[in-house]
């Protein structure tokens, strides 16, 4: 399946006035990715959090249009988690190694009210996951 | 005669916090409680009126702060029932103080010799005797812990033997919440003339303890658990055994003479204390002790008794839910995971409403290995808890498992 497009994402958690409904759709973003591997849930692939661990699994594929694209395969233990690597897919998934460096994510979970889930404070590995990719895009660029 | 809760409730100025418009349910004591009044005006005072290195000024503010800092000493030692001041070692916090104890251990111990932790113990005063024992050749053992939480008693009696030689054990279980029978495991202990340690985290925030009666020879616990502030705690050993343990940090303070090459260790209890003690954080120790200890402590065991009997039955008939750790004498904790839902998310979800719990491992994953869980939410109890705040916490809760569903 393929996860909404960041631009649906931003329009729909920004509609929500509630908080309830605002981690409902988190949860049922994490609900809908893509099933990972019981098999890739191995310690090179994981990030461990005092709180929840998260893995990822990197890979590459042509694009007719872009060439070379990232892509990525992510999983957590924790439903929120898995629903916040939703929203970190659909900005970068896909994406050639330039356009991931070009993302602004901070900026994009401040817009979405979510900036908390990447404090270092957390624990819950959000955080390294999107610097791993990041540090995967910087070697692929 | 019970306890006024909310007169006390009154001196908590935490308390009145709102989280996203919801007023704050604190149920994370077993990690922190949080401090009256009078503790953080004790360490304002101490920095507004008599800030000043103890021991050694020739001057006013010296003789005031080390008089106060050695009266707290003496308010640590009432409260335990020291035999003597001089047992009283002040320290950072628990982990310190057995790391004091482990950091000897590994000196006085032979290949052959053995060690007992436990299977419930936080990695403080686990990974300390890994470690002793790495260093010495001597063998580290530990005792079960069954279904319900509880020490297998029966395992213990079959580890202790006349190789023995160290033997360390909680006093309560902070992932669980179990009270351990540290007389009857200590007495055991002595039995093979062991060295007994009681890590004292989680005890010492229950009310008075009573080294002397328990029989160990070592009890560590923090200041931060009992009312008191972060980064000071005190180890009390038996003089006897203290007064010969190899010193732990060396440098100004803990010495007698020194030499350019050579030096001799002061007495205790300042033969474990090098450097600058943390002075004004101790004397605010003592005031959250002073401030505990005159509380009613019949009505304070009732209370949190009261408060664990609450939640229990309300986690009982929560469909969904799992207790772990169900030992017949707990006191302050209810640990528990439910069928849907991580402990994150647990926690997360709760702390949107306004619930502050701990989740996780609760620094003990081999214990949380041996319940075959990721971790657990666990909500912990306080003096100034009441029975509201664990209503609470179930309605919250139903909204989490509503949503996780």
């Given at each position: 399946m393929s996860l909404p497009s960041i631009e649906e994402i931003v329009d729909d958690l920004l509609f929500f006035d509630d908080w309830e409904d605002k981690y409902k759709y988190i949860i049922d973003l994490g609900k809908s990715l893509p099933v990972f591997d019981e098999a890739w849930r191995t310690p090179e692939r994981l990030v461990k959090g005092c709180q929840s661990s998260v893995w990822i699994q990197p890979g590459s594929e042509q694009d007719s249009a872009k060439g070379e694209v990232l892509t990525f395969a992510v999983d957590s233990d924790a439903i929120i988690v898995r629903g916040l690597l939703g929203l970190v897919l659909a900005a970068l998934n896909h994406k050639t190694p330039e356009e991931i460096l070009a993302f602004d994510v901070t900026g994009y979970f401040e817009s979405l009210d979510l900036e908390r889930h990447l404090s270092p404070t957390r624990g819950n590995g959000l955080r390294s996951i999107v610097g791993r990719i990041q540090n995967i895009a910087k070697s692929a660029a | 005669m019970s306890l006024d809760v909310a007169a006390i409730r009154e001196q908590f100025p935490i308390l009145k916090r709102e989280i996203d418009g919801n007023p704050l349910v604190y149920l994370d004591n077993a990690a922190t409680t949080q401090k009256p009044q009078c503790v953080i005006d004790a360490l304002v005072n101490y920095y507004t009126t008599c800030n000043s290195n103890v021991h050694?000024?020739?001057h006013r503010l010296a003789d005031e702060a080390t008089r106060h800092f050695e009266a707290a000493r003496d308010i640590v030692k009432d409260f335990i029932n020291a035999p003597k001041r001089e047992e009283v070692i002040w320290t950072s916090g628990t982990t310190e103080g057995i790391n004091i104890v482990a950091n000897g251990l590994g000196q006085l111990l032979s290949p052959g010799d053995e060690v007992i932790a436990t299977g419930m113990d936080h990695h403080a005063n686990l990974v300390t005797w890994q470690q002793a024992c790495k260093a010495s050749g001597a063998t580290l053992k530990t005792v079960p812990v069954l279904d319900s939480g509880e020490l297998d008693q029966d395992a213990y009696d079959a580890l202790l033997n006349e190789r023995t030689k160290f033997v360390a054990f909680p006093h309560v279980s902070n992932a669980l919440g179990t009270v351990n029978p540290i007389k009857e495991m200590t007495a055991k202990a002595k039995q093979f003339d062991a060295w007994v340690l009681v890590d004292g985290a989680q005890g010492a925030a229950h009310g008075r303890v009573d080294v002397q009666d328990i029989g160990c020879d070592f009890y560590a616990f923090s200041g931060h658990k009992v009312y008191g502030p972060m980064g000071v705690g005190a180890l009390w050993g038996k003089e006897s055994v203290l007064a010969n343990w190899p010193v732990w940090r060396t440098g100004g303070?803990?010495?007698s003479t020194v030499t350019l090459q050579d030096a001799t260790w002061n007495v205790l209890p300042y033969r474990f204390e090098a450097g600058t003690p943390n002075v004004g954080d101790a004397i605010a120790m003592g005031e959250a002790i002073r401030w505990f200890s005159a509380l009613d402590q019949d009505a304070v065991a009732a209370h949190e008794k009261a408060l664990l009997d609450h939640a229990t039955k309300l986690a009982e008939e929560f469909e969904g839910l799992t207790i772990i750790g169900q030992a017949k004498e707990k006191i302050g904790v209810l640990s528990f995971v439910l069928d849907h839902g991580h402990p994150a998310d647990i926690g997360f979800l709760l702390d949107r409403q306004g619930i502050a719990v701990r989740t996780g491992d609760h620094c003990a994953q081999p214990l949380m290995a041996r319940f075959n869980v990721p971790g657990t939410a666990r909500a912990s109890f306080s003096v100034y808890n009441t029975l509201e705040e664990v209503d609470a916490l179930f309605v919250a809760l139903k909204k989490v498992r509503t949503m996780l569903a």
């Open positions: - | 050694r000024g020739a303070e803990m010495i």
